[in-house]
């Protein structure tokens, strides 16, 4: 079996069409190539240990294939017109359109392709990791037919370990800041085990670009790590004044239909790890700064400038496995975890996405102070079997303002929310009606995103050929929000039941 590379150079732009395609084509022939290998390892070796995976031996590196192909299904009692991965601070408020309507979704596109190279050099350890899935969409994509949607970098990183315990890692990677199940090192992360790809609330994560520096101070015992990691803001206001610029839309190489935020440093992220025998614990803390552009044309508030303000929070995190030999193996039984986060401009790091900042009468930036929590039992009765249960909220506390008589800012009590919960006539056959304009208004900000998790995976198969697995989830999730004029304070309850086949390459 050979696997062909195309080498030959390109001339002329780096944009121009036949450039991308011929990368598209080399890196088609490398994945394609290295499935086929794994495959055929597999099969000479289908006598080995079925808890190894295939591995292909190259010059000087190892490569693992990684990733499933998966066959999943979603309904939602409330309507949110999303795939596999839902909109926790979006549900439909009760009494609306989208609230009488439920949901049914089918999608493989939560189906992941990966690589992890592994060598050595010296005493240095070297690591590659590349995991990609197809939860994005095109400007084309579309469930008509086809259901032709984009692949996605989710981790595309690079790691060297120093012989003297130094660790250093770059790339797009979890954030420090979601909780690991032991150690520092990137892969270590205890993400839940849901089919929503938006996970649960509660739960502390982001995949972005970073460079990581991790030690271990005391051997298997005490780590510390600290990162640089990408910025940006979430940002929410009711009744604002037009002089502020935050965000734009994306320009070369970023999303056009999409707002990114004008940052002027990384965020900053610190932890500090405890295993002193029995249980896993952290100590979390990020830094970051929000700006945005205060255009002041008369004067009013001190003229034109840049506003910069410095935000940030702190987290702890505790993970408890129990844990048996079984078939001269060691394997854990249960794993339970408690983790929160708490702090001003820091709401993007949950996975509900409450807003980092509002504004106030003057254009400044104003942070939005909050708080998350999540609660994490799996429990592991055999080697096929997982059963698991998440319980956790998400709060964004009130930030508002008076602009003259009117309110302004985040959950305002002056703010109307007489439309929220109300069915207004569509605007047409793919428009429903909304608050606003000639209907009455809905300017209900998030308080509180609340959700509990019930489900299971088993597997079928576990073998040399890889595994085959089901798996099925149950959530509910409370969307609550601050009160706003006359005491309107409108909520969204809304439960989805999850499905899932899921073929794991071996």
């Not at 990691?229 to 929410?236: H, K, R």
């Not at 339970?336 to 001003?344: A, E, P, R």
Request: proline share 4%; with cysteine; net charge neutral.
């Amino acid at each position: 079996m050979s696997l062909w590379v195309d080498t030959q150079p390109t001339t002329g732009s780096l944009f121009h069409p036949s450039t991308w395609n011929r990368s598209f084509a080399v890196a088609a022939r490398l994945a394609a190539g290295a499935m086929a290998v794994a495959l055929a390892v597999q099969t000479a070796g289908a006598q080995a240990d079925s808890t190894t995976p295939a591995q292909i031996h190259f010059k000087g590196i190892t490569i693992t294939p990684v990733g499933f192909a998966a066959a999943e299904a979603v309904w939602r009692e409330k309507n949110e017109t999303a795939d596999i991965g839902s909109s926790f601070n979006a549900i439909p408020f009760e009494g609306t359109t989208n609230a009488n309507l439920s949901e049914f979704r089918g999608s493989a596109r939560q189906s992941r392709l990966g690589l992890l190279a592994e060598g050595k050099g010296g005493d240095t350890k070297f690591a590659g990791y590349w995991e990609s899935d197809f939860l994005t969409n095109g400007t084309t994509s579309n469930s008509n037919e086809s259901n032709s949607y984009a692949l996605r970098i989710r981790q595309f990183w690079g790691r060297a370990t120093l012989g003297d315990g130094w660790q250093f890692t770059a790339g797009q990677m979890w954030t420090l800041l979601t909780t690991d199940k032991t150690g520092v090192a990137t892969r270590q992360e205890w993400v839940p085990l849901t089919i929503d790809a938006q996970y649960a609330s509660g739960f502390n994560w982001a995949r972005q670009f970073g460079v990581r520096v991790a030690k271990d101070l005391v051997k298997d015992k005490v780590w510390f790590a600290a990162s640089a990691e990408e910025s940006q803001t979430t940002f929410t206001a009711h009744g604002a004044n037009d002089n502020f610029i935050v965000g734009q839309p994306g320009g070369s190489l970023l999303n056009a239909t999409t707002n990114f935020s004008s940052d002027i440093s990384p965020d900053l992220i610190g932890k500090l790890v405890f295993e002193p025998g029995f249980g896993h614990y952290e100590i979390k803390v990020v830094g970051s700064a929000l700006r945005d552009r205060v255009v002041d044309v008369s004067g009013i508030y001190g003229g034109s400038h840049n506003s910069a303000v410095y935000v940030g929070g702190v987290g702890a995190a505790a993970v408890w496995s129990a844990k048996i030999v079984e078939d001269g193996k060691s394997r854990s039984v249960v794993d339970f975890g408690v983790s929160g986060l708490w702090g001003n401009g820091i709401g993007r790091y949950g996975t509900s996405q409450l807003s980092d900042a509002t504004v106030r009468p003057n254009g400044e930036l104003a942070p939005i102070r909050s708080a998350m929590g999540l609660v994490s039992l799996e429990v592991h009765p055999t080697r096929r079997l997982d059963i698991y249960g998440y319980g956790g909220a998400e709060y964004a506390y009130r930030d508002a303002f008076l602009n003259g008589a009117k309110g302004e800012g985040y959950g305002s009590p002056l703010e109307s929310n007489a439309g929220c919960t109300t069915e207004f006539a569509p605007v047409g056959p793919d428009t429903p009606g909304a608050a606003g304009g000639t209907n009455p208004s809905c300017n209900a900000d998030n308080r509180a995103i609340a959700q509990g998790n019930l489900g299971f995976w088993y597997r079928f198969y576990q073998g040399p050929a890889g595994n085959f697995a089901w798996g099925m989830q149950y959530s509910y999730t409370d969307r609550q929000t601050w009160s706003g004029a006359a005491g309107i304070q409108p909520r969204a309850l809304d439960q989805m039941v999850f499905n899932s086949f899921r073929y794991y390459l071996p």
